[in-house]
């Protein structure tokens, strides 16, 4: 019988993930057997483990890298459900609520439900930005987060997090920063999103995404080790004593792959990923404005148009792998995978599909 293939990348235009760097191909599958949850058991992985989160610190600008506290997650979802529960479960009161715009990413939902946390959506500006004064209108005792997003999903924006920060601070909460799929792009940029920015106390940023590691890695970070000891439950049969993590056994594939990745290509691969990324987003902003399309300024390598409901179906028919925004504007991720070809390719079928 033929071997199922997976699908080629030569047409995603809509996914955060990518083709893996080949070291973390060769490294993920060299762990594929280890079990981070079991750290006494495997320790290889274990004190892999320990250099993503110091890598990861790093590239979140932590002050002290060594003294960051996270773990590999099974995606942005777990980080930010996680980051939710250490609030939580640090906060005095008992019927906490969780700030977040509205550009925030559905993993908030599930998080909110799970825990039992009420969720309070806040507008962004003209600019998909989160409102300030809607957060201070929002935050009360009973806050326990403040959530800002440093690159949101449909239209790659960087929240005003320093500002958001003093909010959370100055009411008694807790303040994530989810750069789930940011935080391999920001480095390289002057947004103000991280560690060194502001007194962020979580982060979300994801080997997975940008990183070109292979899935499933993403990442949990946090200032000191309180916020991780705020998820800490016992083990009785593990020899290790306690587990912050979400997930009892996880995949060593994930850290070990998200450790090539990033030995790799921090920083100078990342660094020409995130120029070849920008450049080929403002060639497509401007190809699609070229056209008469009203285009939504690329500030991070993400493209979104306004493209017609029919023009949109035509290039899904002819193998494009696009998505919408939730107001229906075509989105395209220029991944590290994204060439310019590809894009030229793409330019030239909305070309036929328009005479
Ligand atoms: C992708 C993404 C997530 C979710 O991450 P998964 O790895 O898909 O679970 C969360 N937040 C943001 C901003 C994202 O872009």
């Not at 480095?187 to 979300?204: H, I, K, Q, R, Y």
């Not at 390598?301 to 949109?312: G, T």
């Not at 994204?338 to 599909?353: G, K, P, Q, S, Y």
């Amino acid at each position: 019988m033929q071997q199922p293939e997976p699908q080629s990348f030569d047409r995603v235009l809509s996914s955060m993930c990518t083709e893996p760097h080949p070291a973390a191909r060769e490294a993920a599958e060299r762990f594929l057997a280890t079990n981070p949850g079991d750290p006494a058991t495997y320790e290889a992985v274990a004190s892999l483990e320990e250099r993503a989160i110091e890598l990861l610190a790093t590239l979140a600008e932590h002050p002290t890298p060594t003294d960051a506290a996270g773990y590999v997650t099974s995606g942005g979802t777990e980080a930010n459900v996680q980051a939710v529960r250490s609030a939580r479960n640090r906060h005095d009161a008992s019927d906490v609520n969780v700030v977040v715009p509205e550009s925030g990413h559905f993993s908030f939902h599930k998080a909110a439900e799970l825990l039992d946390v009420e969720l309070r959506t806040v507008p962004v500006d003209d600019d998909f930005r989160t409102r300030t004064d809607a957060v201070s209108a929002a935050v009360d005792d009973a806050t326990a987060l403040v959530v800002g997003v440093a690159g949101t999903t449909e239209y790659g924006r960087v929240d005003p997090i320093p500002e958001l920060t003093r909010i959370a601070h100055e009411t008694g909460a807790r303040m994530h920063v989810d750069a789930a799929w940011g935080g391999f792009v920001l480095p390289f940029t002057d947004g103000e999103w991280s560690f060194d920015d502001a007194a962020v106390d979580t982060l979300t940023i994801d080997p997975h995404k940008f990183g070109q590691a292979a899935v499933p890695a993403g990442g949990l970070l946090a200032r000191d080790a309180a916020a991780l000891d705020a998820l800490a439950v016992d083990t009785p049969y593990l020899e290790t004593r306690s587990q912050a993590t979400l997930t009892g056994t996880r995949s060593g594939a994930g850290v070990a792959g998200a450790v090539a990745a990033m030995e790799a290509l921090w920083p100078d691969g990342y660094r020409d990923a995130v120029e070849r990324a920008t450049a080929n987003a403002e060639w497509l902003a401007s190809a699609l404005a070229e056209r008469g399309y009203e285009v939504v300024d690329p500030e991070l390598p993400l493209v979104a148009a306004a493209l017609p409901r029919s023009e949109f179906d035509a290039l899904r028919e002819a193998g494009w792998k696009v998505s919408r925004t939730s107001h229906g504007e075509l989105r395209v991720v220029c991944m590290p995978h994204v060439t310019r070809e590809a894009l030229r390719a793409f330019v030239a079928d909305l070309d036929r599909i328009r005479e």
